[in-house]
């Protein structure tokens, strides 16, 4: 009885396939199961204005990313504290927006910072500027950090924070 139970779930998977449905009835689907999208890594540290400043700026006067994405929160300053982000985006490309919360030294509260973006599909990189009035100085880091990426609707799809972010359990 076993054997005919075992034969007709094959022959039913392969209907299955056949039909166009790779899914094997009985079996989970892995790629709904895994997250789309993914913060690979995060680089975090201050940069001088001029580090931005590229040969092809002085003929076009244009500012020259090196193919990055470049986000601040004050678009004239250029010197600030930046989060460089690669993500992996293996679904389609869509609007997303990465939320940052940090605390500096001194702070109680985390201070918010909201960036939107495109996200294509593949690879990209960001570089996600604290500058201007919105970072003290070059010689302060933050003591604690969470960068959100989130859909266009706000739900979440890919976080990253630095160590102490949380409370580790014991």
């Known amino acids: 009885m076993r054997i005919l139970a075992l034969i007709l779930a094959l022959v039913s998977a392969a209907a299955s396939v056949a039909a166009g449905d790779a899914r ?14 993914r913060i ?14 590229r040969i092809s700026e002085y003929f076009t006067g244009r500012e020259d990313t090196g193919g990055e994405v470049v986000l601040r929160t004050q678009p004239a300053a250029r010197g600030g504290y930046y989060f460089l982000v690669r993500t992996d985006n293996d679904g389609p490309a869509r609007d997303a927006r990465f939320r940052l919360e940090v605390v500096t030294p001194g702070a109680t509260e985390p201070r918010h910072f909201d960036f939107a973006t495109h996200l294509p599909a593949g690879n990209e990189v960001y570089q ?7 970072w003290p100085a070059s010689t302060v880091s933050p003591m604690a950090w969470k960068l959100e990426l989130v859909d266009a609707a ?10 102490l972010w949380e409370k580790p359990a014991k």
């Not at 996600?128 to 919105?134: H, R, V």
């Not at 706000?154 to 160590?163: C, L, N, R, V």
């Open 40 to 53: 690979v890594r995060v680089f975090t540290g201050w940069r001088e204005a001029s580090s931005f400043k």
């Open 128 to 134: 996600l500027g604290l500058t201007g009035a919105d």
């Open 154 to 163: 706000g739900a979440p799809i890919a976080t990253e924070k630095s160590y």
């Open 24 to 37: 094997v009835p009985g079996s989970t689907d892995a790629r709904a199961a895994t997250t789309e999208v």
